[in-house]
């Protein structure tokens, strides 16, 4: 069974820092681009980052560049995000996804793969 799994979410102060993985099962992901999206409360599901498989290419939402960065193991089979000097408006439910088959990756209908979310909140 194909599966990704998230954790690492929870509460955080505004400024400290978190970090995510999402690991898989199932399939191997050093053959896709993976990803990581997140839906704020009342909003639609948004692209923050994504990591081709090779790890040469990669991007940023605006709203993340320069604090955020993704990072894969192939080894461990796992995906990471690193989350820095975190603000109240990142708060969301963060989802990871794999095997981009679309031209866009902060488009969601681009990914195949995704899994089950993991909540971030950022408050004092």
């Known amino acids: 069974q194909l599966q990704l799994v998230e954790s690492g979410g929870g509460l955080v102060q505004p400024g400290r820092s978190l970090r995510l993985s999402c690991a898989a099962s199932?399939?191997?992901?050093?053959?896709?681009?993976v990803g990581w999206f997140r839906q704020p409360p009342g909003k639609e599901r948004e692209g923050v980052s994504w990591?081709?498989?090779?790890?040469?290419?990669?991007n940023y939402a605006d709203s993340v560049r320069g604090r955020f960065t993704i990072s894969r193991d192939n080894a461990k089979n796992t995906v990471y995000l690193q989350m820095n000097s975190l603000k109240p408006e990142d708060t969301a439910i963060y989802y990871c996804?794999?095997?981009?088959?679309?031209?866009?990756?902060?488009?969601?209908?681009?990914?195949?793969?995704w899994g089950q979310g993991t909540q971030v909140t950022v408050s004092s």
């Open positions: 199932g399939f191997t992901l050093d053959y896709f681009a």
């Open positions: 996804a794999a095997h981009m088959y679309g031209a866009n990756w902060y488009d969601r209908r681009a990914w195949h793969y």
């Open positions: 990591l081709s498989s090779s790890g040469g290419s990669t």
